[in-house]
């Protein structure tokens, strides 16, 4: 018998003849391809979380917290801006949260908006919501001005609306006086996407929640919190945004054990954002040594650069894999997205592509 495929089963016909997405995960010496954080959570950090962890072990036969409510009291603490635990919500990575997102406020029959080229994942949440996607493209620089963002906006009256910045894969930040605008000019939710804030030298968008029920910004463990693997996202809004997430999110979605390791690295957000500037110092640099090679880079607020251009990029990313150095092929003509790395990552890197052949 022949073993059944996908399109045997009564899937959805919206599904039919997709594949997942996902950033290759191969096991090479440097890798530079997912914007996480290169330094390993400081042993402060990992001792304080193994401890944290063991103490929630002992409840594991009770379910966690569903309202997650110290979790939430101590990222608004973080985030600051007289924020409180009613305005912030928590899942299982920005993923999750920007999914529930659309599962409230998306839905058959309505459409999310997204500026392109941007992260993949806004299109696919939209798919498996049911929610249509429509996407507005970038400035032929890609970068984003506020007359054709609201353009698109007015065009094209989305329910919801993603403004990333810094954006991913362009590195480029979106000014916060465009972020008003676009709110002036939405009739539904404005969700700014600020994964990698921490990276930025822009203000955040967060001063403009008084007052503006529709705005969402959300935020994540994954980049510069060096939580990838833990697998936390976050968001703040109007508590009434929060209280229309409860109604789609699953009870009990974040597990007591992510809810202690979040706690930890909050504890420990100083020694972890020290990091940081060092990670801008080290784009600073890999940008000079590209741009010293003859390359164009997009300036980059954020921890990776947007670098080409390349007649054909995927045969570029494919030679600097040879060398044991894996870089993204964000699918964006001639252009290849790295994330910046320890040091001697970055230097395997810029020997890397000072050797390969560019054409
Ligand atoms: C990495 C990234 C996220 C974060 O995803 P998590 O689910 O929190 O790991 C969100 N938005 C953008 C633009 C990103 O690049």
Do not use: C
Not at 9 to 17: A, N, S, V, W
Not at 91 to 117: I, K, T, Y
Not at 313 to 331: C, K, Y
Request: glycine share 8%; charged share 20%.
């Amino acid at each position: 018998m022949t073993p059944p495929e996908l399109n045997d089963l009564p899937i959805r016909d919206d599904l039919r003849g997709l594949s997942p997405y996902g950033a290759p995960q191969l096991d090479v010496p440097v890798r530079l391809n997912t914007n996480e954080n290169p330094y390993h959570p400081p042993d402060a950090l990992v001792a304080d979380l193994a401890q944290a962890v063991a103490a929630a072990a002992t409840t594991l036969n009770r379910y966690p917290d569903r309202e997650a409510r110290e979790l939430r009291d101590a990222l608004a603490a973080y985030l600051g801006h007289g924020l409180t635990g009613d305005q912030l919500w928590a899942a299982n990575g920005s993923n999750e949260v920007l999914q529930q997102v659309l599962q409230a406020f998306g839905g058959p029959g309505r459409r999310a908006m997204g500026f392109e080229p941007s992260y993949a994942m806004y299109r696919l949440y939209s798919l498996a919501t049911a929610t249509g996607w429509v996407a507005a493209d970038a400035e032929p620089d890609y970068t984003f001005t506020e007359g054709h963002m609201v353009a698109a906006v007015e065009r094209e009256r989305p329910d919801v609306v993603f403004v990333t910045r810094p954006n991913n894969p362009t590195g480029s930040s979106v000014a916060l006086g465009v972020v008003r605008a676009i709110y002036e000019a939405a009739p539904g939710m404005v969700v700014v996407d600020e994964a990698y804030q921490e990276f930025s030298a822009e203000r955040s968008a967060l001063e403009l929640l008084p007052g503006r029920p529709r705005l969402i910004v959300s935020r994540t463990m994954s980049k510069a919190f060096a939580l990838a693997g833990g697998r936390v996202g976050y968001l703040a809004a109007d508590p009434v945004v929060v209280d229309a997430l409860r109604l789609v999110r699953l009870p009990y979605h974040l597990s007591s054990l992510t809810q202690a390791a979040a706690l930890a690295a909050l504890r420990h957000s100083d020694a972890t954002l020290a990091d940081v500037k060092r990670l801008i110092d080290e784009r600073e640099r890999v940008s000079s040594g590209l741009r010293a090679l003859g390359l164009t880079v997009v300036p980059s607020d954020s921890n990776f650069l947007l670098y080409g251009r390349f007649p054909d990029q995927s045969a570029v990313w494919q030679r600097l894999l040879e060398r044991g150095v894996l870089v993204r092929d964000v699918h964006v003509a001639g252009w290849l997205r790295v994330t910046i790395g320890l040091p001697h990552e970055n230097d395997t890197f810029l020997a890397a592509m000072a050797a390969v052949d560019r054409g």
